[in-house]
Every structure is written in structure tokens, then in C-alpha cells.
């Protein structure tokens, strides 16, 4: 292909310059009246937006074109990032920052009478995902657009998005996520990049014309997956990466002609059987097994991103398929996509005719695996009849691979029959699938996201693998986008900082340091002080409109956000509580600083305990903040539908940082970091990336608690006995008491019963009772340490200035050294 004359025939040059408010301001006149169809002078706030959308959309447009046209000239190693979830948060002021022209925006609408922010909060805010898995996949596209790394994005356009949460009477009630229905601005549909996707049906083999057997799927039925684009350029505004999400469509449209009359209706419920694929996410961030439409979504989204990259791949090399990996590395965010690795094998073996040993070497080598998890019951597998009635061809090869990996397995370790069944990728005895091993066995790097999370994986998830695949096993710590996380979160912050030490902070977050020096500076602390105050007023402000509650001023303002998990404990931070309401109620006169507690995050749907949790948090909330003892010491509020945007409030208003898992359990966290970067403190356990974070800030700057993740084994080893916690602490006994009797529930006093149960008579699976007195001598700590504000603004301004490894940036350059060995572009010129 003559890209030269090509980029004369099409110069990516006139473009509009951002920095010139009377352009900008025609520019938006003409967006609004051209593309929008809407008059400027009755144009309302929501409209505004879209305007501002479609003008930047169209500049992305031109910078990923720039960045494609680089790409194929120079046939750069590019990166596929498979995950069925992102969490971008909203897109303007991200892209006005990204391109520096937020002033000129703001001043450019200001002429209009608008104003910035409101129309800003038009956007709804895109809950493609979870939790953790999906908003770090989107700061990893941040951190690859802004580094510059050749990147691209695929997953799911869901119809629906992750549910949106009201409370009432104090439970969780789930509410369609309806996020496009007054349309998408951002993104582009490519109704020419589409693919069939095929299940069910059988498989036959032959012998082609070599006499080489061949395999051929047949009767399957089909769904299209037509491309929905969203570009992503990063700071800088330099390179951009793509984000492409897939939605299906029916192919019935086709077979309607050969319908009679009668089968009409029929045939338009076939249609929109198909069309359910891509209509809601899974709102659970564990696997709850065995949904079969689960399953359809997986190899829906692996099948049409494994085409797409062929594709791609094939314009530049034709016929050379063993260059594969050389030219991608496909990394899979957890074993959702793991389905990519049979899928590729299928595509070599029967569509381009690879021997089996070359199909496999290619595979291998393409792909490379992220683990999320140690909970055992969270590694998903599916039921083999489930596998074999929908991806008959898939499973054959899952067969094939699981045989002959054996087979090597057996030669390593002979006699071992026991390790061969933990090893294999089929469970037989319960009939399933094992993606994990699959993941593994296809993939040739397999990481964890924090460093005792991936000994941990090794040790204890796959320690044989780890023997039989020495090299395999590797770590990338997570880590954050500053961009978003306090650039965009806090401004004031920001540009405290960016005053303080100039910005280089922002693509090179190391650059922090700098601020050690200020930790005791008088004018810089208060400063930094202030900052907090207001980030807490805003905070106070949303809060009191979104729950009723009404902040204490100058209170701690104690967070714990997160998705609603055993796990996560958000149960012992409630009955800690609890705790300090009787120790208030018990001596009315002491003077225990006055806290805030703050609570926020979804359960899923079909979780009871979870359940029960978020409804214990608003009983006490209930009687804590109206009983006249102690509602100016302790006020408790659970904020509903937290998602990124209330993220983005919470954390630059929060003191204190909840990351309370049991050791051993949480793979990463990445909250954790975002709160320190704001100068929250954190109260933690010795879990995933918190004991990175004492690593890097000191422990004398971080409030340690609780057992260890060799305890919590050593302890269940012995024969862990809650009981021994509830008779030998009256307070913890009390608080206990409490919640099983009713106390905050005279209505229905059995209402939190099986809560306390789970924990006596259930065993206590996370260990809130062995970490409970702990915890409350921590918490004694922090109040100690708040008192003394100086000291605590040492603190805080201290973990801001130590965050610099927690960038995701970071982690991208790890991947991309470690992993997927490809190199930085620079980014095309800008035009003018
Ligand atoms: C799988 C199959 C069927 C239905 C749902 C799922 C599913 C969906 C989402 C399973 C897991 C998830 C999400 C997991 C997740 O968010 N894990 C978090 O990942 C973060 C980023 O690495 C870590 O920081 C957190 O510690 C981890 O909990």
C-alpha cells in the first residue's frame, strides 16, 4: 500500500485551532446547527452537551487517524486488550483536559451564557462494568493512549450497563441502566465492520484434497456483531487508542422473505433472541455459575475481536500467519475472554489449514492472561455439556489441548495422578470446564495485579503450574490514572501541586517526590488543608442531596466504597460502628471525635448477605444520626448508585480510607490508591496493594491492623473458633448481641439474624471477629493522630508525595517491557 500519496491525496491538516475562542465559539454554532439541528438560542444544557461531544468526537476522529495511518506505515507490534468490562467514566471535560482547552471552552460558552460544569453533568456516565476489573481496564487505555503504546480496546456495547441503585427502606432496589437511550455522542457505528458469529450445529470431519483431515462446523445459527467505536486519545491529545465495542444484531432479517405470514411474529422473536446477547452486563463480580447467555456473550465478543484483528492483521501480511505474534499480543482481563485462545485455534486450524503443532506455537505465544482473583469458588468454569451443545467445535479442541498438555505433564511428573487432575483443564468430576487452566495453558505470561497477590496465585492457585512453566508467572502491580484521579477529580489539588512543583506530575507521576519537602511547610499544609475542607464541603453537599444526611462539619470523613463483598468486610466497619455508638451512648460526656461515616456500592442482585449488609448499614444509619446522644459525634450515611462520577466526589473528600479485606483476599485494590493520591490516610490490612502502599509511604504513615495473610491461613489451619473472640470481648459481645436482637431493627427483631449467625455458628469465613479488637485500637489511632492537625497534614501531603508507583502508567510500561514487548510511539504533529 503507497501511504505516500495517499497522504497527499488526503492531508490530515486543517483542522480547527481550539485555542482561538472566536473559532470555537463559530465552530459550536455551526456543530449545533448542522449536525445537532438544534437553534442556539433555545438550545438547553443537554444539547449544549452533544454539541461539545460531536465537535471533540470529530477531532478524535482526526487524531485516530493520524495515529492509524503511523501504525501501518511503520507495522508496529500492537496490543489487544480483551475485557468484557470498562468503566471510562464521563468523556468531556476528560477530553478538554486531555487537550489542555478547558479555559478556552469555558470562556468560549461563556459567551453563550453557559456554563461548563452543567453541562458537563448531562453526561451519562458509561457503567459498562463492575468494579476494579472495568476501571482499570479503562485507565490502562488512558495510560496507553498518553505513553503512546499502539493499543487497542474490545468488549461489549451492553444495551443495559450496570444497574443503577436506589435505597428504599433501607434495601437495594436495582433499576434498568438505560444509558442509551437519549443516544451516544461519543461514539461512531461502523455498520460496515461487521461479523457473524456462529453456535450450536455439530462438527464434521474429512479428509480435504492432501488427505490431511480437515474439520467443518455446520448448522449453526448465527448473530452479527457490528462495531461501535469510542476513541480515547490521552493527555497530550497524542495518540489515540480505539475502543471497540461489539452489539448484536439478528440475522433473521434475511430469512424473514422465506417466511410465510403465519411465521412472521416468530420470526421477529427469533430476532430479538439474537439481539439479547449484547443487552445487559452480568452485575455480579464473582461467578455465579452456569448462565448460559453468559457464556453466548463470552465467545460473542471473543469471536467478532478475534476476526477484527485478523483482519487487520492480514491487510499488512498476507499469507504469513506465523508472524502472528510477533506483530500482537492479545492480554485477557481475566478468563472472561479466555475463550479467545480455542477460538484462535479454530480460526488456524480449520479457515487457514495450519498444522495442529504450528496452530498451537502461534497461540501460544499471541496470548497473555491476567488473574483478578483468589477466591476459589470465583474461577470460573462452565458445565461441559453446556460448552459442547453451544461450541461443539471449541470443545474438541479444548479436548485436543487438555490431552496433549497432559501428555507433557505425565512425562514431567510421572505417577502423579493427583496432580494431573488438579492440573487438567476439565474438572471430572463435576463436568466443567476450568478457564483458569485454560487461560494458563494458552497463554505465555500469566500475571497478578499486586505483588502478594501473584505469589499468592503461584503458592496457592496454580503451584503446579508454577513448577511446570518456570518463567510463566509474573507480576504487574495495578495502578491509576492521575489524569482522571486528581487532575480531573480535584482540581483545586491539582493545581495546588502543579504551583508547588510545576506538572510533569501528570504523564510522570514519580515527579510527586517533589513534595516530600513541603510535608512541614506551614503555608503549603494549610493550603493543602483548605483544599481538603472544601473537596469535604462538596462532598457534604452531595451526600446531603442524594441520602438526607447530614454531614458533621468538621468531622473525619471515614469512606468505605466499594462493590458490597463478604470479603471486604463492610460488616466489621458497621459493627465497629456500633462500637463507638455504645461507647458514646455509654458516657455522653467523652469527647470522641466526631466522624462521618460514609458507605457506598452495589450488591449483586442475587446476593443475600451482601443484601442484608446494605441494610444493616441504614438501619444503624436510622438510629445513630436520630438519636440526640450522639447525632453530632457520629453520623452514618450510605450514599446510593455509587459509579464513577460519585467516585469522583467521594475520594477528594474523604480523610480516612476503608481497605479492610481479609488478608489474602483482595487481589489488588485500587481505590486504595486513588484515596492516597488524594490525601486520604489509609486504614487497611497487610492485603493486596496496601502492603505496596506502606512499602512506599512509610508505616508511620499508615494505620495498620489485623492478621496477616500467613495468620489467616495458620489460624483456619488450626481450627479457627469465633466463639473464643465473642466470649472474651464484652464489647464485641455487646455489639453482636445487638445486631441478632434487633436493636436496630424492632420491627422485624430477627431481621440481621443470620448475619451474627453466619459469623458463631457459620465460622466466620473472613475472620471479622479475630481482627475486630484490632481494628478498634486502630481507629482509637486514627482519632489520636486527627487531633493533631498538623501532623495529619505531614501525613496525608507524605502519601501524595509517595504514589508515584501507583500510576497506571507504571503498569503499562511493565506490561509493555515484561509482556507484550512492544515499544512507544511518537506522537503525530498536531495540525493547524
Ligand atoms: C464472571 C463470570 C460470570 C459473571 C460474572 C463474572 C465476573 C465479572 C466481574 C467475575 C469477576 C468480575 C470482576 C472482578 C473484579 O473487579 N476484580 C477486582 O479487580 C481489580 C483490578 O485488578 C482488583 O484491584 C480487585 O482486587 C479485584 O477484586
Known sequence: MNHEIREELFPLSKCLDFDNV???????????????????????????????AYLMRGHLSERGMH???????????????????????????????????????????????QDLDEICEQEKDPALGNGGLGR???????????????????????????????????????????????????????????????????????????????????????V?????????????????????????????????????EGNYIDAVKEKTVSETLSKVLYPMDTTLMGQELRLKQEYFFVSASLQDIFRRFRKTHPGSLRLLPEKIVIQLNDTHPALAIPEMMRLLLDEHKLSWD??????????????????????????????QALLPRHMEIIYKINHLFLQEVRRTFPGDGDKLKRMSLIDDERQRVRMANLAVVGSSRVNG?????????????????DVFYPNKFVNVTNGVTQRRWLLQSNPPLAELICEAIGDAWITDLNRLRDLESMAEDASFSKRFMEIKDQAKKRNAAMIAQRCGVAAIPGSLFDTHIKRIHEYKRQLLNILQVVARYNRLRANPSSDLLPRTVIFAGKSAPGYFMAKKIIRLINDVAEIVNHDPITRDSLKVAFVPNYNISTAEILIPGADLSEQISTAGTEASGTGNMKFALNGALTIGT?????????????????????????????????????????????????????VRDGFFCCEEPDRYRPLVENLLQGGDAFMLLADFRSYMETQENVDTLYRDQKLWAKKAILNVARMGKFSSDRSIHTYAQDIWDVTQMTPPPHCK
Not at 477530553?95 to 478547558?102: A, V, W
Open 449 to 465: 495485579v499486586a505483588e502478594l497477590h501473584s505469589r499468592l496465585l503461584r503458592e496457592r492457585v496454580f503451584p503446579e503450574f
Open 224 to 260: 452479527i456483531a457490528e462495531a461501535y467505536d469510542i476513541m480515547e486519545t490521552g493527555y497530550g491529545d497524542g495518540i489515540a487508542v480505539t475502543l471497540r465495542l461489539w452489539s448484536a444484531r439478528s440475522t433473521q432479517d434475511f430469512d424473514l422473505r422465506y417466511f410465510n
Open 67 to 113: 495515529t492509524a495511518r503511523d501504525q501501518y506505515g511503520k507495522d508496529l507490534k500492537r496490543v489487544y486488550y480483551l475485557s468484557m468490562e470498562y468503566l471510562p467514566g464521563r468523556r468531556l471535560m476528560k477530553h478538554l483536559l486531555d487537550m489542555r482547552i478547558e479555559p478556552q471552552m469555558r470562556a468560549a460558552l461563556a459567551c453563550f451564557k
Open 358 to 387: 504450528e496452530a498451537w506455537c502461534i497461540t501460544r505465544n499471541t496470548f497473555a492472561y491476567t488473574n483478578h482473583t483468589l477466591l476459589p469458588e470465583a474461577l470460573e468454569t462452565w458445565p461441559i455439556s453446556m460448552m
Open 686 to 738: 497487610l492485603d493486596g496493594a496496601n502492603i505496596e502502599i506502606r512499602e512506599e509511604v512509610g508505616e508511620e504513615n499508615i494505620f495498620i491492623f489485623g492478621l496477616t495473610a500467613a495468620e489467616v491461613a495458620a489460624r483456619k489451619a488450626q481450627g479457627y473458633n469465633p466463639w473464643d473472640y465473642y466470649n472474651a470481648d464484652p464489647e464485641l459481645r455487646q455489639v453482636l448481641d445487638m
Open 22 to 52: 472566536e473559532d470555537v465559539k463559530t465552530a459550536l454554532v455551526n456543530t449545533m446547527i448542522r449536525v445537532v439541528g438544534v437553534d442556539p438560542q433555545i438550545a438547553s444544557p443537554r444539547e449544549w452537551y452533544v454539541t461539545l
Open 136 to 222: 482499570l481496564a479503562a485507565c490502562f487505555l488512558d495510560s496507553m493512549a498518553t505513553q503512546g503504546y499502539p493499543g487497542y480496546g474490545y468488549g461489549i456495547r451492553y444495551e443495559f450497563g450496570m444497574f443503577s441503585q436506589t435505597i428504599e427502606n433501607g434495601q437495594q432496589v436495582e433499576h434498568a441502566e438505560n444509558w442509551l437511550q437519549e443516544g451516544n455522542p461519543w461514539e461512531v457505528v461502523r455498520h460496515e465492520i461487521t461479523y457473524p458469529v456462529r453456535f450450536g450445529g455439530r462438527v464434521v470431519h474429512f479428509n480435504d484434497e492432501l488427505g490431511t483431515e480437515s474439520a467443518r462446523w455446520i448448522e449453526t445459527t448465527d
